[in-house]
């Protein structure tokens, strides 16, 4: 449950705020991520953010890599959440778009493997939503 009058979660024995700055990678870089697929993406992470009860504050997704900024609950761990928001997404995505995909990628996987996280704290926050807006700009 969100409080209302803040950015704080409240449990029933905790109230947190544990944010996330995860960024990764399609195989091999590829530039794929757009249009219909970018689209679809989109759809698959709020899913998945909405049955896990995790809030996306921000989300970036470049033609070849993603930023998420993510707010998760303190018994989810980055590591689970990676693999539900990337294993999810690879089996559908295989799947939805296998024609397209074909060419470009080969074997099981749509993501790369590995990701970088960071836990982000009020102070720094605003440093990273600035960083999060300047990606577009600079890969366009």
């Known amino acids: ?21 995860f960024t990764f990678i399609p195989k091999y870089r590829k530039q794929i991520i757009r249009g219909k697929l970018k689209k679809r993406i989109i759809e698959l992470f ?36 990676m693999q539900y928001l990337k294993g999810g997404t690879s089996i559908v995505l295989r799947k939805e778009f296998a024609t397209e995909l074909k060419a470009f990628l080969w074997g099981d996987s749509f993501w790369a493997d590995g990701y970088f996280v960071e836990s982000i ?15 577009q700009s600079k890969h366009s």
């Not at 449950?1 to 700055?21: A, E, P, V």
């Open 1 to 21: 449950m969100q409080d209302s009058n803040s950015k704080y979660k409240i449990g029933s024995h905790t109230k947190h705020r544990l944010l996330y700055h």
């Open 46 to 81: 709020t899913e998945c953010c909405e049955v896990n009860d995790w809030h996306i504050h921000k989300l970036e997704i470049l033609s070849e890599h993603i930023h998420i900024l993510i707010q998760l609950n303190p018994v989810d761990s980055p590591s689970k959440t």
């Open 121 to 135: 704290g009020q102070k720094n926050e605003s440093a990273i939503r600035a960083y999060l807006d300047s990606q």
